[in-house]
């Protein structure tokens, strides 16, 4: 069975306890249970992997990059936290890996927010985003990455 990362940036261990009305009452641990659960009903192998330091980050795409290759990974559903709006090492960790489809993920709609939260520089080596829809984005950006990325699924995306 293929594998899909489920990847966490800084303070997102946190989740259901840090500000709740940001980001909702759910743990991390319950999100990953949701994102297991919904890459079993897809037929993929779903692994959860958070870090609140940037190198565990690097270093996790690193090696998906690699099983990606090996044709044993489709790609990466990614929440970077505050290293969305900081992090050029994680761009070119992306870009660095060459081909791993990462769908960039944020509970919160970042762009309703303070203005340092509008400017990714994630998003310019993502395939896609999911913005907003609280911690039901994961399971969004799951089924948005298995649609897009299985082989033959979807003929309207350029190859
Ligand atoms: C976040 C948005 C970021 O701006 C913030 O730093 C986070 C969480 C989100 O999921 O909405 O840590 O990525």
Redesign the pocket.
Known sequence: MKKILVLNGP??NLLGLREPAQ?GSTSLPDVEAMCRAAGQRLGYEVECFQSNWEGGLIDKIHEYGRLYKERLALGCVF?P??F??TSVALHDAIKGVDGLPVVEC???N?HAREPF?HHSFVSPAAAGIVIGFGVQGYVIALEALVRTQEQDTDQTLPR
């Open positions: 303070n997102l980001y929440n936290g505050a969305t709006h944020h509970i919160s970042v939260r």
